[in-house]
């Protein structure tokens, strides 16, 4: 997770607001990359997650003007919430996604039999977290790698804490029960 | 005190399996309810297997190279656009403003502070404007001289108010997203789902508000 000061924060959002391209172009090298995780692990296929990515960041330049900073959000905080309700939305709109299509990056250096674990699990996780609630899944996504607070969760997906908390909870019991399913049949 | 196996399970999912990380009150009453529960260990042992999976899921690709620059592009494409608009688009956007400008009374009234519900309420009313006077940018319309007529507005009475509408409903949308996280979508089902008739009373108050209609004519000039 990236994150600015409260400060740089606001220098940074100011001068994108006077359209400062410069400022424009670190913010995108700051944040595209933690939003692109974002949207790949919510199930997107690389060219999707870098369309919503495309589409978030541009809104930040589009409305920059009217930051307020009187609210106290952090740009992550902000930039994080849109990538997700994007995501969200789109993924109430349509059943999403061939992951299994999503290209491995290729190693050729590593062994055949490590790929092939690394294959399985990727296409285990994948399979469990496409079970998952929507909001569990962002929930979990956000806590675990992008490494947000509970209070800031509750921020991005506009709940409580309480809630981040039970969401979190059900995802991990829901997924260990799944692993645990998973290693009976095998 | 003690701890529950249900809290225990719930402090699993939040703080994870490295008990040192759980707030410092509970680590001791974690161990002594973990040392003494069989079935307890188990979970435990499942919580482990599902964090170390978790936390060796984590393969995502690099980004194409050209993302930057494709975002880049696109953002300076908007700027060059929103200045070098033709004529007539120009004259368009800059009734916009003006209208943006002189409606800055109305958001005042209408937004006390953003909050989702005033948000709400605010995008309704937009809706409900854009929605009986059928903004066109040809204004000259059947929809707007009916319009004018059933209230006895003037012409351009009624043009001030499509343009106004027209820009409150951007300038809310814009809100709503900004400020509160909408998304587009989102801000249009919440403009769909408030369009309630209730509303013409607010849009019949407008149009009543002759004094309302008179600055907005002075400040668009």
Known sequence: ?186 | MTMTPKQFESYMAIYGTDIALWPSNEQELAKELLATSPQLRSLYQSQQTLDHTLADYNDVPPLTTDLHDKIMAQAVSLSNSAQTDSPIRHNNSQQNKESKAAIGKWLAFLLPSPQAGMIAASLALAALLSHHLLFSNQSTNEDSIQLAANNELTMQQVIILEDASAALEDELLELAQMNDGFSYDEALIILAQNSEPDLDILLEEMLEDEEMLEALENDIG
Request: proline share 2%; net charge positive; with cysteine.
């Open chain 1, 1 to 186: 997770m990236v994150k600015l000061s409260a400060q740089d924060d606001q220098k940074l959002i100011q001068s994108i607001a006077q359209g400062d391209q410069a400022a424009f172009s670190q913010l995108i090298a700051l944040y595209s990359k933690p939003l692109f995780a974002l949207g790949y692990r919510m199930g997107y296929e690389q060219n999707q997650a870098e369309d919503l990515v495309q589409e978030t960041l541009i809104k930040l330049w589009k409305h920059a003007e009217k930051w307020d900073e009187t609210k106290g959000a952090a740009i992550s905080t902000w930039l994080y919430r849109v990538m997700t309700n994007a995501c969200l939305d789109d993924k109430r709109k349509k059943r999403m996604l061939a992951l299994d299509n999503i290209a491995e990056p290729e190693d050729k250096q590593a062994d055949a039999i490590q790929k092939l674990q690394q294959k399985e699990l990727k296409q285990q996780m994948d399979q469990l977290l496409e079970k998952l609630p929507e909001r569990q899944r962002a929930a979990l996504i956000l806590f675990h790698y992008e490494g947000f607070k509970q209070s800031e969760i509750a921020d991005i997906l506009e709940t409580s804490v309480k809630s981040v908390e039970s969401l979190l909870i059900r995802a991990k019991k829901q997924l260990r029960a799944a692993l645990e399913r998973k290693s009976h049949i095998l």
